[in-house]
């Protein structure tokens, strides 16, 4: 998208790539290839149906009119109370914003915090819209690269020595979106020790995947006091409650912050959609055991896809500890070819198995590592073990 009378804020924004393989999959699935599409971080399953009757019982109530910019009273306290009940902490209502999605959520965050100029500190490999919402607030990035052999989790070493006087925030993700690790709380101890140390720097702690954890309680920078006037939680209902299209995602956060956010999404959206909102409090004040059969089922997918791709010789990868995705190590196919289409990068491998193998991928270079790809496990058993088949037998033809 280059028209010269498109702003340059446009102009520079990249397309999301996760977005923009599914779309291509979808292109090629049309013309009557029998695609199996790994690249969107979409659960497979149809939103619970005590949840689905909620939405359908605000429709009859006539919940059709502009909700408050913030949220309904009952989602804040819903949401106030799952932070207490499921976390251990104390956000009031008012420190509750409800918006279109955690993307918004995130995107209010970065907008109402970080000015020209600012460095703001992400750990790679990150998500894919992390940089580009930095972008939009003219902030500067600072990626900070985590080993493969740590998990790709970042040290407290790390961290120090990224921090400058120019730091204003920090983003990141646990389970993260693309590894699948998870930080454990003497991790977290570790890195919230240093950030005691720059009271100027603000956390935000993208935890939307908290439900689709296989290492036990959820641990988060909110449990540790010291940084809670300076912490913003990200979360929502579309990957623990199977809500994706429902849009609804939250922050939690100091006063402050969180009436800016109202400010800020006044002028953008205003309120959430009215029906998802009812439909997130029957998700977040009833019954649990959906997520948790959810969950369990993403496990499984996990070992299954694993001990598949780890036969696959020059494959590297770990053992993701939750969300739903592998994100192996796959330089060892570039400089290959199979006849006159080469390899020489992840974007090039991707096409490759999208149009040889029929299996949609997202490339590394979306998130911050070249050298990767991503691959979704949320979807059905044999459509998995078929894409790994047809993945491993593409590139058993590179040479």
């Not at 990200?234 to 299209?245: D, E, L, R």
């Not at 004040?285 to 791709?309: H, I, K």
């Not at 491998?349 to 040889?356: E, G, S």
């Amino acid at each position: 998208m280059d028209y010269p009378f498109l702003s340059r804020r446009i102009r520079s924004l990249a397309e999301s790539q996760t977005i923009g393989m599914s779309k291509r999959s979808r292109e090629l699935a049309a013309t009557g290839a029998d695609v199996i599409d790994l690249s969107l971080g979409e659960p497979d399953f149809v939103t619970p149906a005590h949840i689905r009757e909620a939405a359908k019982k605000a429709i009859d109530e006539g919940y059709t009119f502009y909700p408050p910019i913030a949220g309904f009273a009952d989602l804040r306290e819903a949401i106030s109370n799952k932070f207490k009940r499921e976390n251990q902490l104390d956000y009031a209502p008012d420190q509750v914003v409800v918006s279109t999605g955690a993307k918004q959520s995130i995107a209010n965050t970065v907008l109402c915090l970080v000015n020209p100029g600012d460095e703001v500190i992400i750990p790679l490999p990150y998500w894919v819209s992390y940089l580009e919402i930095v972008k939009l607030a003219e902030g500067i990035t600072v990626p900070l690269k985590g080993k493969l052999e740590n998990k790709y989790k970042i040290t407290p070493e790390d961290l120090e020595k990224a921090i400058t006087p120019k730091t204003k925030l920090f983003i990141f993700s646990s389970p993260c979106n693309p590894t699948g690790s998870v930080y454990s709380r003497d991790e977290l101890k570790a890195l919230a020790d240093v950030f005691e140390k720059h009271p100027q720097v603000f956390i935000l702690s993208d935890e939307i995947y908290e439900h689709i954890s296989f290492t036990g309680k959820h641990q988060s920078f909110g449990q540790f006091e010291a940084l809670r006037d300076r912490l913003i939680i990200v979360n929502g209902v579309s990957k623990g409650y199977a809500m994706t299209g429902w849009r609804i995602g939250y922050i939690g956060a100091p006063k402050e912050i969180a009436a800016a956010c109202d400010k800020m999404q006044g002028q953008i959206t205003s309120g959430a959609s009215s029906i998802s909102q009812k439909a997130s409090v029957a998700a977040l004040n009833m019954t649990n055991e959906p997520t948790v059969q959810m969950r369990e089922a993403f496990r499984r997918r996990r070992d299954l896809v694993y001990n598949l791709m780890k036969e696959i010789p020059g494959m590297v990868l770990h053992l993701p500890e939750g969300a739903f995705y592998m994100f192996p190590k796959i330089n060892s196919w570039f400089g290959k070819a199979n006849g006159t289409f080469r390899v020489e990068n992840a974007t090039d491998l991707c096409m490759y198995l999208l149009n040889f193998s029929h299996v949609s991928l997202v490339t590394g270079e979306a998130f911050g590592d070249p050298e990767c790809l991503r691959l979704s496990y949320a979807t059905s058993d044999d459509k998995l073990v078929e894409a790994i088949k047809r993945i491993k037998n593409g590139l058993a033809a590179l040479t």
